[in-house]
């Protein structure tokens, strides 16, 4: 199964997810990742829903589904391992002379903005690139344990939605999500070490 | 006021003991030397014990006491409740445990106590003796830590942690025993009979690093888990290289003249006691496994098999002079996973306790006796040298971890930075270990007391000093927040949420090395020893025993927790009217501090599953991720109840908790209910864990088959209505609904719609963690066994109808089973 697989994807296509992704490894990604937990018989089709949510760690994480879903494009239900890539790409992190770099045409998947993007998605589930107080409220009780209630649980999200609205629509656009976030290092935080 | 209580109760008990004094008493569990102070109760005649004198002076002794008949085990018990005692006092003040280590505190009641003893010229039981400590202290310890190791985690670093451990404890025995030996050249210090074999001996029991202390800290700081699994790890078999060292040592102590032939065999032993040990532990482990195959019947006693299996282990191994720390450390990894799939969840609870009792209680006691101890032995102090073991044991442990970590970083996918680095090397705590090896070196050592008294001021400096500074430290270093009221909801919040993100996604990508022994191993194990070693071998994943579990008994514990809160009902309403009308609410400073205290103390930390397992002084604490998976097979069976859809008003975002509204839904039950019932065997059950859920009781089988049956054809007109498009949930809506009138009507099994539907038109605003609970609430009411089987379950296959690919390996729904 293993070292099969990795010749069932062409090579040309290894180049352009490299070059797309940025990711060095991810020629031999494919031979580890059919190794894993995302086991697939036939390696270069697609992943399922189901294949992700065989992995047992992220059943019990309590945003699992969502980030199960922000794999998955619009509306499909299999994402083949290009998509698989770049999703994963948005976690490489940033290298230092990337960040002085001027921004290329088409800004790399793991640049702050997207990061902070991929961030914004699990939120915003009707991609309205709008926060709502119910979208908020939604990952809020997912986060939080069983002793608040949803009174208090309300009074967070509402306090949240004030600091962060500035244009008084009662829900956070993605640029006041930036905005908000702008003192945090997102760079670091949403990188995975091992992604280069 | 408890912990005055504690002492004083102590003093209590003390005078209890000294009041029971009687001359003669003997006895290898702790001793009192003949000649301390007797008192003597009034009653009891003063030329001995005469139960049945002579005739003539006949009177029947109306109250008699005979103390040396319970001494032993009267004293061992009095011991135990002191140290327990101590154990309760610390946590009436929760702001002690979180800054100062368990350990210290332990030690510092021992040095009250010992201070007790001395003044009353006391002797502290002989408990320190060889025999005790190695064959009755020890061995519950390290079943502790090995019992509660995390597995996965562990093997995924193994390398690592022997390399930390076996070089890096070598490393640290030969640095500073030559520079000790160098040092011993010195006539200024009035050492210089030392050979270097002491030196060496003595070297190898203070490098015994115990950094458990230090676990706790890095609990609180999130430190990386993998440094995290290492210090475990290495805490664990450093012990066990520790006392191979030790006998090895002990042995060449003797010997005159070192030989190269004898460096040669010591490292040949070296490896013969390692792998030996390893080799009777898994060996054991495999034997008690195969023995709780078969006891189905005797439950009652299924925990005693684990004991005596791992003590027998450890035993053996001392038989044979190897290592017994790896032998019974080896013995429960091997143990646990197959025996707790076997036994009864009972046991399976009281095997935990017992273990983490035991471990507990032992490790208490060591400690306490060591406080005791110093107080009472007579010490040798000697400046010169005790102050340069200090100074070689921290610049050599430093310098250790750095170059260990140079090379074997490029080994590791996630490498250690510098200030993972720190935290091992100051995290280096002496303990119990080298305690008890220091009493125990063999009398014909010259200078046994200079090396007792070295060792406990190397104890009592690094846990003390060491313990209470290392965590303002890492928290210095790691600063994460710089003032908390300074930062926003949001950001904490938010910050939160990427580090779920971040966390779920490492687990998805998994571990991106050593997958090849590990799919090995997995395959041996599937196919050859499970069948062999486990009752009726299922191929579940351990997610699936969790939640089977989880969901037998905690539906309804969860429902009390929150019962109050189902009383906040009315609070769904009124939050619903103030969306009405958003006015900006103003927020005083004590209401932005009240929510940042909530957030942190309840939003769920990462990883719960590592950290959790690694407490050393707490069982595993498996809240959360009850919580998380309750809740979400809660969202999930709500989501597809036929009521659910009947709101068309329901606002846009939310039936669902953690997914989106949509078809991804119901292919996560596909196989569920199939496994359940014997006409489909054809599906697979290699699907969603969550899913594979065989309910071990007995659930009649046809009901729930008819049960499958009915919701099926609701979701085939499901999937007909509604396009693949999950933002369109009005049409789902108005599909699903026509789908539920005309099963309804239909269906027998139509009473978990109902109260469902009866719960819905109230709310417009499915503002739902209530509402999953009153479903749960009815839908266990209901059913005559708690087991919540989703009511749909079933279709998920058609999903993929246009594009299916042959090849995945799903199975293939049958929908014309009506």
Redesign the interface.
Known sequence: M?SRASTLLREEEIEEIKKETGCKLCQNAPL??S????T???FN??F???D????????????????I?AFFP?????VNFRGFMRT?AH?RPIEDNEKNKNAAPSEPLNSRTNKLL??FR??D???DDKI????L????????????????L???A???I???DTNGD?SISFNE?MK??E??D?EQ???????H | MDIRFSTSAAFLLFVCCLLSQTPGSNGEVPPKPAGSVTILPPIKPIDGPQAYPEAEKASLPVFTMDYPRIQIPFEVTLWVLLASFAKIGFHVYHKITVWVPESCLLISIGLIVGAIMHSVHEEPPAVLTSNVFFLYMLPPIVLDSGYFMPTRPFFENIGTVLWFAVVGTLWNSIGIGMSLFAICQIEAFGVQDINLQENLLFATIISAVDPVAVLNVFEDVSVNEQLYIVVFGECLFNDAVTVVLYNMFTFVADMPVVEPVDVFLGVARFFVVGIGGMAFGILFGFVSAFTTRFTSKVREIEPLFIFMYSYLAYLVAELFAISSIMAIVTCSLTMKYYVEENVSQRSCTTIRHVVKMLGSISETLIFFFLGVVTITTEHEWNWGYILFTLLFAFVWRGLGVLVLTQIINPFR???FNLKDQFGLAYGGLRGAVSFALAFTLPDNIGRKQLFITATIAIILFTVFLQGISIRPLIEFINVRRTNRNLE????E????????????????????SH??WK?KFLKFNTRILRKILIRDSRAE???VALYKKLELQNAME?LD??AG?IS?AP??VS?YE??KN?K??A?LAG??RN?HD??SK???NIR??TVAFTSKYSLPND???K???I??HASIRRSLRPGSFQNSNV????KY????AG??LE??F?PRRLTQTDDRETMSE?????TNWRSRSSQPTRSSSSRAMMPLKRLDTLKEAVS????NENKEDSGSRAGTTRTNSSSRDSRLPAPRRQLSPPRE?D?G??DNLINVHHEAEEEDHPSPSPPPAWAAEP??NA?R?P????PQWNPKKT
Request: net charge neutral; with cysteine.
């Open positions: 293993g580890y990742l190794q894993t937990s995302i697939n018989p036939v089709s697609v399922s829903r189901e992700f949510q065989r992995i047992p760690e992220l059943a019990i994480n309590p945003l699992g589904d969502r980030i879903n619009e509306g499909e239900d299999q994963l976690f991929f961030a699990l939120y589930l009707d991609r709502s107080r119910d979208e409220l939604q990952v809020l009780r997912m986060m939080v344990g069983v002793n608040i209630s949803d009174e208090q309300g009074s967070i509402d306090r949240t004030q600091e962060a009662n999500f908000v976030l003192k945090v997102v935080k949403m990188s995975i070490r091992f992604l | 996918t996630i490498p926003t909801i949001n950001v919040v938010h910050c939160r949420l990427m580090e779920h993100t971040v966390a779920g996604i490492e687990d998805l990508c998994g571990q991106w997958f090849y799919d994943s351990s997610i969860i927790t929150v809160d906040a609070s769904i939050l103030e969306k958003p900006p609410k927020y209401d932005l929510m909530i957030l309840n939003m769920y719960q599953r809240r959360h991720t919580e998380i998976l809740r979400r606002s846009k975002s939310q908790y953690s997914l989106p078809q991804s292919s996560r596909s290699a699907a969603y864990p969550i693949v498009d999950m933002l605003e503002n963690f209530s999903r993929y594009n690919n090849l995945l390996r799903r």
